[in-house]
């Protein structure tokens, strides 16, 4: 059993920064792929940034070169650096956890409860 549970988010103005967390209890998380997600109204959620066991990340499109992802195996955490955000960055933003490998869609096992970033222009 895995629980996570995401914090950083808040309310940055266009062109700003933050920098998300995701915790995780349990045991073995050096073994886990996380993956990060976000949901705007009325959207479905989307991929956003995953890293695997082994430490290979995966970005989507729209956040490469703006977006990073470490992990901290020694802390249990995941971060999420974002930079040079834009209003469409603006959803709630999910960690989740599934055995090694990154996967782009929504089949991981465990999820956080999310954590709201909103980008003013």
């Known amino acids: 059993q895995v629980q996570l549970v995401e914090s950083g988010g808040g309310l940055v103005q266009a062109g700003g920064s933050l920098r998300l967390s995701c915790a995780a209890s349990?045991?073995?998380?050096?073994?886990?792929?996380i993956g990060w997600f976000r949901q705007a109204p009325g959207k479905e959620r989307e991929f956003v940034v995953g890293i695997s066991w082994s430490g290979s990340t995966y970005y989507a499109d729209s956040v490469k070169g703006r977006f990073t992802i470490s992990r901290d195996n020694a802390k249990n955490t995941v971060y999420l650096q974002m930079n040079s955000l834009k209003p469409e960055d603006t959803a709630v933003y999910y960690c989740?956890?599934?055995?090694?490998?990154?996967?782009?869609?929504?089949?991981?096992?465990?999820w956080g409860q999310g954590t709201q970033v909103t980008v003013s222009s």
């Open positions: 989740a956890a599934r055995l090694f490998q990154v996967l782009t869609t929504a089949q991981y096992d465990y």
């Open positions: 349990g045991r073995a998380f050096s073994r886990y792929a």
